[in-house]
């Protein structure tokens, strides 16, 4: 007996509803598979999915510099003139690209590891050589009172007997990763480092030790500093300026949301900083969110109160009112330099 129209849409009714019911079954289900699968996939141990990647950064990590070269040096030191600066850059350096060390899990669901700190210049990627030379303050005559407040006299001496002045002319190379000093050589004292540079000393030497949490015990740990240096805190900044917040910046627990801000501490400039929501990118047909670290990380106190305690030298900051960057002097061994230029995730310094 065949089936007339009614039947048919009787038929197709009750199909519909169990392809419903199905629906609100497996779905929820099917989620629920996947969110599983990715705590366990990324818990950071040996053996899930994200361990290597861990231990290697997938993606290249990228560190740029603009430098402000001066255009009237001796103007500047003959007649006191303000100097006429003129900015170049980016000059590009991959960093992070080397495997952890010493990786030690221990019971409470953390790991501890070294970053070995190594820079390798990328010319594709920049406007110039490493070779190029830019005329900037001397680190060493300017950090000279500072580290020796009672010997200002000597100091003066030495550097005319080292015919060393206030502006110098050196690379890319030599101002990032340091040079020998002749002022500095002169100073006949053993504990004292002839090398000076911003960043010095750096390739082959090691950041941390680290200790984050694995996310075993709570997947949104997974990551989060537990410790920098067996501290959780850093001496260089005062209250919660000297926090240590967040993951190292390689990497964050997973569930983001747009409303999250992604707290991540960086050696570099000794301090703590966040990103928000910037926007939407696909990648691979992956959608991914952009977080932006916020004009509000560098914003001078009277604009972000939050950020009295990053204030250590009322002379540098003009009293507590320049904004944009920060003075990094004090985590330096008393090096005069700044870093700013907060534009995204990745820190791009102004020397």
Same mark, same amino acid.
């Given at each position: 007996?065949?089936?007339?129209?009614?039947?048919?849409?009787?038929?197709?009714?009750?199909?519909?509803?169990?392809?419903?019911?199905?629906?609100?079954?497996?779905?929820?289900?099917?989620?629920?598979?996947?969110?599983?699968?990715?705590?366990? @996939?990324? =818990?950071? $141990? &040996? !053996?899930?999915?994200?361990?290597?990647?861990?231990?290697? *950064?997938?993606?290249?990590?990228? /560190?740029?510099?603009?430098?402000?070269?001066?255009?009237?040096? @001796?103007? =500047?030191? $003959? &007649? !006191?003139?303000?100097?006429?600066?003129?900015?170049?850059? *980016?000059?590009?350096?991959?960093? /992070?690209?080397?495997?952890?060390?010493?990786?030690?899990?221990? @019971?409470?669901?953390?790991?501890?590891?070294?970053?070995?700190?190594?820079?390798?210049?990328? *010319?594709?990627?920049?406007?110039?050589?490493?070779?190029?030379?830019?005329?900037?303050?001397?680190?060493?005559?300017?950090?000279?009172?500072?580290?020796?407040?009672?010997?200002?006299?000597?100091?003066?001496?030495?550097?005319?007997?080292?015919?060393?002045?206030?502006?110098?002319?050196?690379?890319v190379k030599e101002i990032l990763w340091g040079y020998e000093d002749p002022f500095l050589k002169l100073i006949k004292i053993p504990s004292i480092d002839k090398v000076v540079g911003v960043f010095y000393p750096h390739n082959e030497t090691y950041d941390g030790p680290y200790r984050i949490y694995t996310g075993k015990d709570d997947i949104k740990k997974a990551g989060i500093i537990h410790s920098y240096q067996y501290n959780r805190t850093v001496n260089y900044w005062e209250g919660h300026c000297g926090m240590v917040n967040g993951t190292d910046g390689s990497s964050f627990p997973p569930f983001v949301s747009k409303d999250d801000k992604l707290y991540m501490f960086s050696s570099d400039i000794c301090r703590s900083a966040y990103g928000i929501f910037d926007s939407e990118q696909t990648v691979k047909d992956i959608l991914l969110y952009r977080f932006s670290v916020p004009e509000a990380i560098t914003a001078a106190p009277s604009v972000n109160p939050d950020n009295i305690c990053f204030c250590t030298d009322k002379e540098i900051s003009d009293n507590c009112t320049t904004g944009g960057i920060i003075d990094i002097s004090s985590c330096k061994e008393g090096n005069r330099g700044k870093m700013g230029g907060f534009g995204t995730i990745n820190l791009c310094g102004l020397v």
């Open positions: 007996m065949g089936c007339n129209r009614s039947c048919g849409l009787l038929t197709v009714a009750i199909i519909g509803a169990v392809l419903a019911i199905l629906g609100g079954i497996l779905i929820p289900v099917g989620n629920h598979f996947v969110e599983k699968t990715i705590k366990k @996939e990324t =818990v950071i $141990e &040996n !053996g899930t999915t994200i361990y290597s990647n861990w231990i290697v *950064p997938g993606s290249p990590v990228y /560190r740029q510099f603009w430098f402000f070269d001066v255009q009237n040096p @001796e103007d =500047v030191m $003959e &007649n !006191g003139s303000a100097p006429i600066l003129q900015q170049k850059g *980016p000059y590009t350096y991959m960093v /992070r690209y080397l495997p952890k060390e010493n990786i030690t899990e221990h @019971e409470d669901a953390t790991v501890s590891y070294l970053l070995p700190n190594i820079a390798l210049f990328q *010319p594709d990627m920049s406007v110039g050589s490493e070779n190029d030379t830019f005329t900037i303050v001397n680190l060493a005559v300017v950090a000279a009172p500072t580290l020796f407040p009672s010997m200002v006299q000597i100091m003066d001496l030495l550097m005319q007997s080292s015919k060393s002045k206030f502006l110098q002319t050196r690379t």
